[in-house]
């Protein structure tokens, strides 16, 4: 009995040593949301999505620009991105059975290892170096490339989850295979595909390393996509490591915008693949 | 709602690049040092209020940076306040103009709990913390100068620039004068190989990381101090005197050599250590890198024109940001040199720009 | 299904096909098909073309350096920009330590993450739980960063190393003077960033033990706990490790957040409070500035040895996790 008992203490233990580890990784969450809440919430008026950057050490001044060039770089990202990732998903998931396919779908996920740092000195040698000029549009591209592997493997995912009953019933009904493929399949794909895009988005959205020697960053309101442009995760860091409390303050408030529109999109996706699930 | 995206996607593409190919503007790019940060960020802004049709993009990422930027043709023009090597002018193939902008102060800042005096310091104790040799506040060297100060038993926290740095370049171009150990040991750059240290980004960084550790010392321009309320302390020049940086004391730092210069100066003058009985010693001008032989004659002349405002009446707004302006000789020389930058052979600027 | 029949090609007008014809059309690639397969394969080709380009062009820019330094570049601690001499000893050595830092304090956590998700916790509880915990992937690099500087350092230094000092600051990993930016900030910081990966997959691969396993370790008397440690997580095993290996190439490559909080400081040191740099925080506080081309080239040269290690660890992990959930894309949502 007294084993037993042990074992059942011991059981026990662990039990609630596992419910502590959940809470304790949950914490810094709850922690970092809060502090954002409390430090940014108070900072965020009219002022700060209407004007852009004041001169050093002056009070003042909004994120316009950088809330702005945030959605002009990544919506570059995802012209870029979006329709080689997905097509590579497809690929992968209809025509990937062979060593072709085993190929791409390795490489796309070593890709999605690389460190977006090393994406974003590549962007700088073969784009902004022959270009002459830091730009957006090298940004863009550079947050694109990172795109493509995420967007790949989720496609992927998501084209395979449609029941092979339904690509036979298209063939036995004389589509050709790609009009199934595209047609049938994929657009029964489609949600999946897109929550898919959403949360690629969301985290291509916050990245910083790879605008630092892209987009640079830029304290005028720019909307050229030739030029070095503001961002916002670039501007939280800007400020963030300067000494000044006025700019520490709207540091706090870009974050608490940008962790906004992050988590926004990532609820939005997972939402809409839980309604699909529910109504399939 | 895919096909729609895509559809507003392409539209929103499209009128992004046609609105770019029919703006007026001219916009120029800039990028380098942030020792002058505060005021070139304030000569932008107050330049495009009187202007509207020039828009000038600094970006402050230390002189090392500008001088890369400026030597790879990815910025218009370049900033620091450590002049450009021989080497480095070589590799642009002499196509460079150093033009003073103001003269500013490096100024050892620190955070002591309890001490709100302002400590004296010589080069040698300057060069012994920063050479990792003098470690804790109440070390006899630091006490010793400053006898009225009861400095505690705490460790000394160095902070240092962790990118390519003209801030740096003045201060370790002033150690080295004032320490042989230093001299050999690290010598002057716009990055070195710190002995001990905690490294920041730009001036903020380093006020930052100074504001934020008890016990830090660190090296800034003196309006970073100000700015963020860090003290700073009194350096002891080579006549003996402790000095204050301020906008006497700086000016009078480039003094002796604004009185011997050559006509035909390149302007790359390092005025630390100065001779002079109130002269700060950690002082330095700060240049703007521009091209001798430009391309577009369009952002040329924005160019020159702004460069010519900010050395006449941008030096107004020197004061309220404790730049120390330019001496008057020195920006008569400017003057010569901006009116010899030319396009394609034809000069910029007309010969009697600015009434002169 | 309405659409599909409303859209079904119609029967060709004319006489009925002989079997032949019939044969033939079946065997008939329509172009198509041709054109459709063509197209995805050179976008799906883009991807190693892009793997390709990026390890060319970082070998060729570091070429010099490499030419310079050869193997010393690995093993010398000397990274002076005035001189030109160039070590990364301090760079590879801080990014190695700070991420086995991280996994020390990540990997217990997210373990015990996936064991409460897939066994313990209560069926209402596991997708808000789950959710909640993958969310923590969702929070960009700089927001950790911004919060590493203005609450983590200041907490770690002003009050838990306060009192923690006494109890173990004889340690040689604890020694010298705590300033608050240091290997363990950057440590502590890549741990929340590296759990969500190392939870999600881990939680995949115990999902896809067989329930039979577990049946058998209760039918047999053990506990619930005592199925799980000795029977699930064992044969789950390489999928963990591949999981902890896959949480380790994601601490590896981190910029922002460990260049915020980690001091750096070319140096190597035992100590964790000391300041450390890594290889990522290198190049993004240098890159722009390295005014020499041998300053730039080393930097190259850096990037290009992270890079290495990336892809080896990466691939590493996705082989351990693809024999344990056969070729499916687990983990790439985690992703």
Not at chain 3, 178 to 192: D, E, K, R, T, W
Request: with cysteine.
């Amino acid at each position: 009995m007294h084993g037993r008992l042990a074992r059942k203490l011991l059981g026990s233990t662990m039990t609630g040593v596992t419910y502590g580890a959940a809470a304790l990784a949950i914490l810094p969450l709850a922690v970092i949301l809060a502090m954002l809440l409390f430090k940014g919430a108070g900072s965020i008026d009219w002022d700060f999505f209407t004007k852009a950057a004041v001169p050093l050490g002056e009070k003042g001044g909004g994120f316009s620009h950088a809330i702005v060039g945030t959605l002009i770089i990544v919506g570059l990202a995802c012209l870029v991105g979006v329709p080689i990732g997905v097509a590579t998903g497809i690929f992968l998931a209809e025509f990937g059975g062979g060593r072709v396919g085993f190929g791409i779908r390795f490489v796309a996920d070593v890709l999605n290892g690389v460190p977006s740092i090393v994406i974003g000195i590549f962007a700088w040698t073969w784009l902004v170096k022959p270009m002459g000029r830091f730009s957006a549009l090298a940004g863009g591209v550079a947050l694109g490339m990172i795109l493509v592997p995420i967007l790949a493997r989720t496609t992927e995912e998501m084209v395979r989850l449609v029941p092979n009953s339904l690509r036979e019933a298209a063939l036995a009904l004389g589509y050709p295979r790609w009009r199934t493929s595209l047609v049938v399949v994929v657009r029964t794909a489609a949600a999946g595909i897109l929550t898919g895009c959403l949360v690629a988005v969301a985290r291509v959205a916050g990245e910083t390393a790879p605008l630092l020697f892209t987009a640079l960053g830029n304290q005028f309101f720019s909307t050229r996509l030739n030029g070095p442009m503001a961002a916002l995760p670039l501007q939280v860091y800007t400020y963030a490591l300067g000494p000044y409390d006025e700019w520490h303050r709207q540091a706090w408030a870009g974050a608490l915008v940008l962790i906004v529109l992050v988590l926004a999109l990532s609820l939005f996706a997972r939402a809409v693949v839980r309604a699909k699930r529910q109504h399939a | 709602m895919t096909n729609r995206m895509i559809g507003l996607f392409a539209v929103a593409a499209g009128a992004l690049l046609t609105g770019s190919a029919a703006a007026q503007t001219v916009r120029l790019n800039g990028a380098g040092a942030t020792f002058p940060n505060p005021i070139y960020s304030k000569w932008v802004l107050e330049y495009h209020t009187a202007h509207p049709d020039v828009e000038i993009n600094y970006q402050a990422i230390g002189s090392g940076g500008g001088i890369r930027q400026y030597t790879d043709h990815t910025v218009d023009f370049g900033a620091s306040d450590g002049p450009m090597t021989d080497a480095q002018i070589q590799a642009v193939n002499g196509n460079v103009f150093h033009l003073p902008t103001v003269l500013g102060s490096v100024v050892p800042t620190y955070n002591i709990p309890g001490v709100t005096a302002q400590l004296k310091f010589t080069g040698d104790v300057l060069a012994g913390i920063f050479l990792g040799q003098i470690t804790k506040w109440n070390d006899s060297r630091i006490t010793a100068l400053n006898p009225g100060v009861s400095l505690p038993d705490q460790d000394i926290v160095v902070a240092h620039r962790s990118d390519g740095s003209g801030t740096t370049y003045i201060w370790t171009d002033y150690l080295s004068k004032v320490s042989s150990d230093w001299s050999q040991r690290v010598g002057k750059g716009t990055a070195v190989n710190w002995p001990v240290g905690l490294g920041g980004q730009g001036n903020p960084g380093v006020a930052n990381i100074v504001k934020q550790t008890p016990g830090c010392i660190g090296y800034v321009e003196l309006i970073y101090a100000l700015q963020n309320q860090i003290s700073y302390g009194l350096v002891q020049n080579a006549a003996g005197n402790f000095i204050q940086a301020t906008l006497a004391t700086t000016t009078n730092a480039a003094a002796g050599a604004v009185a011997s210069l050559d006509p035909n100066t390149d302007f790359r003058i390092s005025i630390t250590n100065a001779t002079g009985a109130q002269t700060y010693p950690i002082a330095s001008f700060t240049w703007l890198l521009v091209p001798k032989e430009m391309t577009d004659m369009t952002k040329a002349r924005a160019l020159l024109e702004f460069v010519w405002w900010a050395v006449h009446d941008g030096e107004r707004y020197t004061g309220e940001l404790s730049y120390a302006p330019l001496p008057a000789r020195v920006v008569q020389l400017e003057e010569q040199r901006l009116k010899a930058i030319t396009v394609n052979g034809q000069a910029v600027l007309p010969r009697n720009y600015g009434g002169r | 299904m309405t659409d599909l029949a409303a859209t079904a090609l119609e029967p060709e007008a004319g006489p009925r096909p002989t079997a032949e014809e019939r044969w033939r059309a079946l065997r008939t690639v329509s172009r198509g098909d041709v054109i459709y397969r063509s197209v995805l394969t050179v976008l799906a080709l883009l991807l190693p073309l892009m793997l390709l380009l990026i390890a060319l062009e970082l070998v060729a820019n570091a070429w010099p350096a490499l030419a310079k330094f050869g193997a010393g570049f690995l093993v010398h601690s000397v990274w002076d920009p005035v001189q030109g001499q160039f070590g990364a000893l301090p760079l590879i050595f801080g990014t190695l330590y700070s991420s086995l830092v991280a996994l020390a304090i990540a990997v217990p956590l997210a373990l015990g993450c996936a064991i409460f998700l897939t066994e313990f916790a209560p069926r209402w509880l596991r997708n808000p739980v789950g959710t909640l915990i993958e969310l923590l992937a969702a929070v960009p690099s700089v927001i950790y960063g911004l919060w590493g500087i203005f609450v983590l350092i200041p907490l770690l230094r002003d009050h838990v190393w306060h009192t923690a000092r006494h109890v173990l600051g004889w340690l040689p990993i604890f020694s010298g003077v705590f300033y608050g930016p240091s290997v363990l900030a950057a440590g502590v910081i890549l741990s929340i960033m590296i759990l969500p990966y190392i939870a999600a997959v881990s939680r995949e691969v115990l999902l896809a033990v067989p329930p039979s396993q577990r049946e058998a370790g209760l039918a047999l008397g053990g506990t619930r706990w005592e199925t799980v440690w000795r029977v699930v997580l064992p044969y789950g095993r390489a999928g963990i490790i591949g999981a902890v290996i896959l949480g380790l190439g994601r601490a590896l490559g981190e910029t922002m957040a460990v260049t915020m909080v980690i001091g750096n400081r070319h140096e190597v040191s035992a100590s964790l409070l000391q300041p450390g740099y890594t290889i990522a925080a290198a190049i993004a506080n240098e890159f722009s500035e390295a005014v020499s081309d041998v300053h730039l080239s080393a930097l190259f040269l850096a990037g290009a040895v992270l890079f290495l290690i990336t892809v080896v660890v990466n691939a590493l992990a996705r082989v351990l996790v693809w024999r344990v959930a056969r070729g499916s894309a687990v983990g790439s949502t985690a992703v």
